[in-house]
């Protein structure tokens, strides 16, 4: 059992954590009228874990020919974990580095976008967050993950499930590809 699978079946037992899989996310993408991939609309997922929807959902947002940048400022998310909101960060770059550079916009949006919410503060989670995304990204923390991005590449450790879902050039998804 690796690091991770270990990590996630601890969780599961401490916090009833669990991962929505890539193939239910997309099955439940699926399900969505057309018009909410139009450019300009924003998604919100209030327990985002890791970013299992965001991810998907930035994806199609840049299959369908939305501007990376455009894109990934329309994902919104929260989490009381710590370390599920820095890897859906971190995730969500990884999806910006397939298509284009990263960039300080990138980061900010992401530090803006995805946020932890501290149970002191919110005792009751996502029920008592505001969701107004107010943070201002710290000067030094964008330039942190900037050197961590382009000089230790951080970004090759982050893994993606993209081996079940296969994106044709024409911007359309294909899951039985």
């Given at each position: 059992?690796?690091?991770?699978?270990?990590?996630?079946?601890?969780?599961?037992?401490?916090?009833?954590?669990?991962?929505?899989?890539?193939?239910?996310?997309?099955?439940?993408?699926?399900?969505?009228?057309?018009?909410?991939?139009?450019?300009?609309?924003?998604?919100?997922?209030?327990?985002?874990?890791?970013g299992?929807?965001?991810?998907w959902?930035?994806?199609?947002?840049?299959?369908?020919?939305?501007?990376p940048?455009?894109?990934?400022?329309?994902?919104?998310?929260?989490?009381?974990?710590?370390?599920?909101?820095q890897?859906?960060?971190?995730?969500?770059?990884k999806?910006?580095?397939?298509?284009?550079?990263?960039?300080?916009e990138?980061?900010?949006?992401i530090?803006?976008?995805?946020?932890?919410?501290?149970?002191?503060k919110?005792?009751?989670?996502?029920?008592?967050?505001?969701?107004?995304?107010?943070?201002?990204?710290?000067?030094?923390?964008?330039?942190?993950?900037?050197?961590?991005?382009?000089?230790?590449?951080?970004?090759?450790?982050?893994?993606?499930?993209?081996?079940?879902?296969?994106?044709?050039?024409?911007?359309?998804?294909?899951?039985?590809?």
């Open positions: 059992m690796t690091d991770l699978e270990q990590k996630r079946k601890k969780r599961r037992k401490q916090s009833a954590e669990v991962f929505t899989p890539p193939s239910l996310v997309n099955d439940m993408l699926n399900k969505l009228p057309e018009e909410v991939w139009e450019e300009n609309k924003t998604f919100v997922d209030p327990a985002c874990g890791n299992n929807f965001l991810i959902i930035l994806l199609r947002k840049i299959a369908k020919g939305h501007d940048l455009e894109a990934l400022k329309s994902v919104y998310g929260a989490d009381i974990m710590r370390d599920n909101i890897e859906c960060r971190l995730r969500l770059l999806v910006i580095s397939l298509h284009e550079t990263v960039t300080e990138h980061i900010k949006a530090f803006r976008n995805i946020v932890w919410i501290n149970m002191k919110h005792p009751g989670g996502s029920l008592d967050y505001d969701f107004a995304f107010k943070n201002r990204p710290k000067k030094a923390n964008v330039e942190q993950w900037m050197r961590e991005i382009h000089k230790e590449q951080k970004l090759d450790e982050v893994k993606l499930p993209v081996d079940e879902e296969k994106f044709t050039k024409k911007g359309c998804i294909d899951l039985f590809a």
